[in-house]
């Protein structure tokens, strides 16, 4: 492995690791660069599993032994190591994670492929939040959704707290950022998806009338956190669904109202064969 040791922290060899508290910055540098973080040794497990590949490792002597296998298989990436000190006055913060890695952006999917075996989909317009993106991307791993989509103004997924926080499931679900939106609503709707979108509208349906009539292809739009979704939007769906909510509660998190409509809004197939799996044998 090549071990590289850090004593300064104006070190020219860590700049993808300055400035990792800087949002703004990170936000453009990134993407821009081809490059993206890790953060802790679980995450970076996933994503070396999905396939992408470290530019460099970042870390202390003692997360050396957690990693030690990860950096054997990439004997040829340097892996800077040093004190806390000096990687908390590069990064901006401190390590109680284990380790970062500086990774390289896998190229994007085209949209057609994602879709063309998709039967669940989540598309999320506007969402700004890292949080709530991440804990959407893990409640859609979870809960059968085969791809999201996001819209041109979306965070970006693989941005260091959305990847911590989907505990590295951006890179298990397809995700492809939309050109346009919401003018990619008609390609959707070619392809043979019910566009829903979940919103208090007037005239929208409760979400279980949406799973009873379990469409083979269903798009779910998620909004925006505080403005919900664009009037175009609401307009150019085929449909609203709202969450049926008790205690005058007129609304939920992004996030949760994702996992509940994601929930409910599984296919048939996908019920039937988690029954497969959960139901214990008779004892007669």
Not at 38 to 58: N, Q
Not at 63 to 81: M, N, Q, S
Not at 87 to 106: S, V, Y
């Amino acid at each position: 492995m090549a071990l590289e040791r850090l004593a300064d922290a104006a070190d020219p060899r860590v700049t993808d690791y300055t400035g990792l508290t800087d949002t703004q910055l990170r936000r453009r540098r990134e993407p821009a660069e081809g490059l993206y973080i890790a953060e802790s040794t679980k995450v970076l497990r996933r994503a070396i599993d999905a396939g992408h590949t470290p530019r460099s490792f970042f870390l202390t002597d003692k997360w050396l032994p957690d990693l030690e296998d990860i950096l054997a298989r990439f004997p040829d990436t340097p892996a800077y190591v040093g004190s806390e000190s000096v990687l908390e006055d590069i990064t901006g913060f401190h390590l109680h994670r284990g380790a970062l890695a500086a990774m390289n952006r896998p190229a994007p999917l085209a949209l057609e492929d994602v879709l063309h075996s998709a039967h669940r989909v989540a598309i999320l317009e506007d969402m700004v939040d890292h949080t709530n993106l991440g804990a959407v991307f893990r409640s859609a791993a979870a809960l059968g959704v085969d791809a999201v989509l996001i819209t041109p103004r979306c965070a970006d997924p693989l941005y260091r707290r959305a990847i911590r926080v989907s505990m590295g499931t951006v890179f298990q679900v397809p995700w492809v950022r939309l050109d346009s939106w919401p003018g990619s609503i008609a390609m959707l709707r070619a392809s043979g998806f019910l566009v829903a979108a979940l919103a208090l509208a007037p005239n929208s349906l409760e979400l279980q009338e949406l799973s009873q009539r379990d469409p083979d292809r269903l798009a779910l739009i998620l909004g925006t956190e505080g403005e919900g979704l664009s009037q175009s939007t609401l307009e150019q769906a085929d449909i609203s669904v709202r969450i049926p909510m008790s205690s005058a509660v007129d609304s939920l998190n992004v996030a949760a109202a994702g996992a509940v409509a994601f929930w409910e809004c599984r296919s048939r197939a996908d019920q039937r064969s988690e029954c497969s799996f959960a139901d214990p044998p008779r004892v007669r």
